[in-house]
């Protein structure tokens, strides 16, 4: 059965940075589209980035994210990243890992449909405050 859990959320002052973390288990980790969305409170739930699969290690980035969160992931350990760093409060909310279990491993490109994606984590908060 396919599991996704997420971990390394919490609450960080702006301008700081944090690391999230997705072990996914149950299918072949290597050969998934994965990525990142986030949902603030009171909004509809947005894509922030993906990453391919090894066929395709394309990155994608939301314009909001690019050049302050870096997605990657270790093989070896089954795991996605999502490095936060110059953190902004608009960039709280829970963040859900998400995996295309099913197709190629090619992802489609920025802003994919959340129903591309068939498995989901729980999700993780992120606060960002002073």
């Known amino acids: 059965q396919v599991q996704l859990v997420e971990s390394g959320g919490g609450s960080v002052q702006p301008g700081g940075s944090l690391r999230l973390a997705c072990v996914g288990s149950g299918y072949p980790f290597n050969s998934a589209c994965m990525g990142w969305f986030r949902q603030a409170p009171g909004k509809a739930r947005e894509w922030v980035a993906s990453i391919g699969s090894d066929i395709d290690g394309r990155l994608y980035y939301t314009d909001s994210v690019k050049g302050r969160f870096t997605v990657s992931k270790d093989n070896a350990k089954n795991t996605l990243y999502l490095q936060m760093s110059s953190l902004k409060s608009e960039d709280t909310g829970t963040y859900y890992c998400?995996?295309?279990?099913?197709?190629?491993?090619?992802?489609?490109?920025?802003?994919?449909?959340?129903?591309?994606?068939?498995?989901w984590g729980q999700g993780i908060l992120v606060t960002v405050s002073a």
């Open positions: 998400a995996a295309d279990t099913v197709t190629s491993g090619f992802c489609s490109g920025p802003d994919p449909e959340p129903r591309e994606f068939e498995s």
